[in-house]
């Protein structure tokens, strides 16, 4: 995951720093976000767009680019399609094994360090993993923002049914005992088109700040891979702002700005050519109370209509999750714990419309609070940010193909309102920006609901599974899909 969730600056500038031709960069952030004048870097912007473009779209790579390419000196060794493959069919990449094909001890580390598996039942080992992920885990190229897990978001993120707690890697340094790597994975069934796997899905691959460029990151993935397999699951969806060979799909971060002038303040948002403070305050203001009649917290209780409804919704993409029930009840509403906090408290948010007289379950809207550390800033410490996750919503139902206009029409007007009360949502619970992909359908209602492009981007993977190229939500020059929208369902954190 989670790879560097861009941080825009509101123009639609293509992010171009991780398409240098150097690959030392891949472990650079997806973003500069000090370009609030919305000028470029200095780069050779127009090959650099060129190449993002084609990269974005999936389509095939020059000569000069497959070059570049080819120093992938671990990825071009593993089960991915390499940039240049033409795809004929999907389906697993290697030949078929058994888990007794596969060594039963770990991966020869380091004669400094050692393997660790981490116990994050434990609630010391579960601080340590967040405090090392808080200190070195994704950060823009400036430092001046941090992603800020926190031990709560963890229990969430890590410790879904079927969780493994060998599948917490850790590596330590033998004679400190300090955590220096970390790699995880955690259970999910996922659908490709018509074919169901069984994957993992992996996640907050750290390596220590002082210990990168060491090849440390291509041993925990072999490791976590070990151990994976070690339970005869043989394929994995991950997901970086990096380019390695080769996505799946591409989407793009886009940001709604909810308190303008502290995203100004820290250097978040930028002012647009034209524009002033003021007028730029007024376009974000937003109002205190939701619109759509029925829309309250989704309970307990609700579950079995809710993902019913979920699961109706998710035909029409290409790859989703195929959640149990009670998988679909960590994911939605959390833990015990976690159901039981204010609105105000929690990491995920759920709620649904109830049709005021059939009392229908119509629709559902959900997302996470994950806030960003604003490094070295005399005046904020926190910038609070929303994501969306899932959705569902009955609107387009019985209207015929997903893309008529009927359906189109029908979708585009309900998610408007549906997320545009979201975002009224975050915005009473405190948060300074709402982030969402150009996933799902979300390109129907981002301008809209004045949604900004961001820097960064998505790169979604399989491992060991190869695709036809799934749509992320992107034309070719970078504006919103309408017309293809997006095949991407799965929402990874
Ligand atoms: C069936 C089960 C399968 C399970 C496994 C499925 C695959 C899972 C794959 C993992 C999914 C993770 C999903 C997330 O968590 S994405 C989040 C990644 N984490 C961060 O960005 C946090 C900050 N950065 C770091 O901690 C380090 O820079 C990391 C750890 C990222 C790399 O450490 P370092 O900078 O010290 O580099 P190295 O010298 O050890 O290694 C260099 C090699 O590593 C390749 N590299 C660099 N970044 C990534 C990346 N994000 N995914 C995959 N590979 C990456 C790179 O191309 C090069 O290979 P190659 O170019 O020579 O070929």
Same mark, same amino acid.
């Given at each position: 995951?989670?790879?560097?969730?861009?941080?825009?600056?509101?123009?639609?500038?293509?992010?171009?720093?991780?398409?240098?031709?150097?690959?030392?960069?891949?472990?650079?952030?997806?973003?500069?976000?000090?370009?609030?004048?919305?000028?470029?870097?200095?780069?050779?912007?127009?090959?650099?767009?060129?190449?993002?473009?084609?990269?974005?779209?999936?389509?095939?790579?020059?000569? +000069?680019?497959?070059?570049?390419?080819?120093?992938?000196?671990?990825?071009?060794?593993?089960?991915?399609? +390499?940039?240049?493959?033409?795809?004929?069919?999907?389906?697993?990449?290697?030949?078929?094994?058994?888990?007794?094909?596969?060594?039963?001890?770990?991966?020869?580390?380091?004669?400094?360090?050692?393997?660790?598996?981490?116990?994050?039942?434990?609630?010391?080992?579960?601080?340590?993993?967040?405090?090392?992920?808080?200190?070195?885990?994704?950060?823009?190229?400036?430092?001046?923002?941090?992603?800020?897990?926190?031990?709560?978001?963890?229990?969430?993120?890590?410790?879904?049914?079927?969780?493994?707690?060998?599948?917490?890697?850790?590596?330590?340094?033998?004679?400190?005992?300090?955590?220096?790597?970390?790699?995880?994975?955690?259970?999910?069934?996922?659908?490709?088109?018509?074919?169901?796997?069984?994957?993992?899905?992996?996640?907050?691959?750290?390596?220590?700040?002082?210990?990168?460029?060491?090849?440390?990151?291509?041993?925990?993935?072999?490791?976590?891979?070990?151990?994976?397999?070690?339970?005869?699951?043989?394929?994995?969806?991950?997901?970086?702002?990096?380019?390695?060979?080769?996505?799946?799909?591409?989407?793009?971060?886009?940001?709604?700005?909810?308190?303008?002038?502290?995203?100004?303040?820290?250097?978040?948002?930028?002012?647009?050519?034209?524009?002033?403070?003021?007028?730029?305050?007024?376009?974000?203001?937003?109002?205190?109370?939701?619109?759509?009649?029925?829309?309250?917290?989704?309970?307990?209780?609700?579950?079995?209509?809710?993902?019913?409804?979920?699961?109706?919704?998710?035909?029409?993409?290409?790859?989703?999750?195929?959640?149990?029930?009670?998988?679909?009840?960590?994911?939605?509403?959390?833990?015990?714990?976690?159901?039981?906090?204010?609105?105000?408290?929690?990491?995920?948010?759920?709620?649904?419309?109830?049709?005021?007289?059939?009392?229908?379950?119509?629709?559902?809207?959900?997302?996470?609070?994950?806030?960003?550390?604003?490094?070295?800033?005399? +005046?904020?410490?926190?910038?609070?940010?929303?994501?969306?996750?899932?959705?569902?919503?009955?609107?387009?139902?019985?209207?015929?193909?997903?893309?008529?206009?009927?359906?189109?029409?029908?979708?585009?007007?309900?998610?408007?309102?549906?997320?545009?009360?979201?975002?009224?949502?975050? +915005?009473?619970?405190?948060?300074?920006?709402?982030?969402?992909?150009?996933?799902?359908?979300?390109?129907?209602?981002?301008?809209?609901?004045?949604?900004?492009?961001?820097?960064?981007?998505?790169?979604?993977?399989?491992?060991?599974?190869?695709?036809?190229?799934?749509?992320?939500?992107?034309?070719?020059?970078?504006?919103?899909?309408?017309?293809?929208?997006?095949?991407?369902?799965?929402?990874?954190?």
């Amino acid at each position: 995951m989670s790879k560097f969730k861009a941080l825009g600056n509101g123009t639609r500038q293509p992010d171009t720093s991780n398409l240098t031709p150097s690959h030392h960069k891949f472990n650079q952030p997806q973003t500069s976000i000090k370009m609030s004048d919305g000028k470029k870097p200095e780069v050779n912007a127009n090959l650099i767009e060129q190449l993002l473009k084609k990269l974005a779209m999936g389509e095939e790579l020059t000569e +000069k680019q497959r070059k570049d390419m080819k120093d992938y000196k671990f990825w071009k060794t593993q089960p991915v399609a +390499k940039f240049d493959e033409k795809i004929d069919h999907e389906g697993p990449i290697d030949k078929p094994k058994t888990p007794a094909d596969i060594p039963d001890t770990p991966y020869p580390m380091l004669k400094e360090f050692e393997w660790v598996t981490m116990d994050l039942d434990q609630d010391e080992q579960l601080s340590e993993v967040h405090e090392f992920l808080h200190a070195n885990y994704v950060e823009d190229k400036d430092s001046t923002f941090r992603f800020a897990y926190s031990p709560e978001f963890f229990e969430w993120a890590l410790k879904p049914p079927g969780w493994k707690k060998e599948w917490h890697v850790g590596v330590r340094a033998k004679a400190s005992k300090k955590l220096v790597a970390f790699i995880s994975a955690i259970p999910a069934k996922l659908r490709v088109r018509s074919k169901e796997l069984q994957t993992v899905e992996i996640n907050f691959l750290v390596v220590h700040k002082q210990l990168r460029n060491k090849r440390l990151a291509p041993v925990l993935i072999k490791e976590i891979t070990r151990r994976v397999n070690k339970h005869d699951i043989w394929q994995a969806l991950y997901t970086a702002g990096v380019v390695l060979p080769s996505p799946v799909t591409t989407c793009r971060y886009t940001h709604r700005p909810l308190n303008w002038p502290k995203l100004y303040d820290i250097g978040f948002s930028g002012l647009r050519p034209g524009e002033t403070k003021a007028s730029t305050v007024a376009k974000y203001t937003i109002g205190s109370t939701t619109k759509v009649a029925g829309l309250r917290p989704m309970k307990l209780e609700d579950v079995d209509e809710v993902f019913e409804l979920f699961e109706k919704f998710h035909e029409r993409y290409d790859i989703v999750q195929k959640f149990t029930k009670p998988e679909f009840t960590h994911w939605m509403l959390g833990d015990a714990q976690q159901q039981k906090l204010d609105i105000k408290d929690k990491i995920i948010v759920s709620y649904v419309v109830e049709n005021p007289e059939t009392h229908k379950i119509t629709d559902f809207l959900s997302f996470y609070i994950l806030p960003f550390s604003v490094l070295e800033d005399s +005046k904020y410490d926190t910038l609070n940010a929303a994501y969306l996750f899932y959705y569902a919503t009955d609107a387009d139902f019985g209207k015929g193909d997903r893309f008529s206009e009927e359906a189109t029409s029908a979708l585009t007007k309900r998610l408007e309102s549906l997320v545009g009360d979201g975002l009224v949502l975050a +915005k009473n619970m405190d948060m300074d920006v709402f982030n969402a992909l150009t996933s799902q359908d979300n390109v129907l209602f981002l301008d809209d609901l004045k949604f900004g492009l961001g820097d960064g981007f998505l790169n979604l993977y399989l491992f060991n599974y190869m695709t036809f190229p799934i749509k992320g939500g992107l034309q070719e020059n970078n504006e919103f899909d309408l017309v293809n929208r997006s095949g991407v369902g799965v929402v990874m954190l």
